[in-house]
């Protein structure tokens, strides 16, 4: 069974140009949640989506946003880059809802550099 | 103060010794508790699930969650090469729709 698939695996953009990040849950799970990793903050959860509809959203400005598709896949949008954007960006999946306390399964990431 | 508390270490051990992880926290309502494993690179695997108090044990790796003292801990015994990797804690509370993660303990098991 194939896990969470996350593309591009690395991208470098320029500050003020704008992104979109590509995740592929394992198949059957309907919960997508995005995060950040940086060796600062650690993780810091960014949004959760079920069934096309955002769940949850964590203390993110509005510059990060994303969707989910009908079938199940998600993508996360983040405009008007900045120095500080530069991460991991993790997409974890589950079967129902993270508030379920499912178990997230990780996929390997988006490392973003903004420079 | 960060509601997950976790030492980024670094941690360096020979192999085959024993190691503990340990995080705190202060959310009382915190009932599910994990650990991930991830490599340099790759996203977060989960190696250790469990809920409420007591202890979990899966092959080399065991668990324990005392809610009492807002205290978990994950054990390696006999550690391998294999297990140098970035460890972190995470947990969550029956409705949270979000996880708190612990910064990370990096750990170095040398051969």
Redesign the interface.
Known sequence: KAG?T?TPRYLIKTRGQQVTLSCSPISGHRSV?WYQQTPGQ??Q?LF?YFSETQ??K?NFPGRFSGRQFSNSRSEMNVSTLELGDSALY?C?SSWT???R?E???????T?LSVL | QKEVEQDPGPLSVPEGAIVSLNCTYSNSAFQYFMWYRQYSRKGPELLMYTYSSGNKEDGRFTAQVDKSSKYISLFIRDSQPSDSATYLCAMSGYNNNDMRFGAGTRLTVKP
Do not use: H, I, M, T
């Open positions: 969470v996350q949640s650690g993780l959860f959760e769940r949850n964590g993790l974890a809802r993270q508030g306390n178990k997230l399964f990780f996929g390997s990431g490392q």
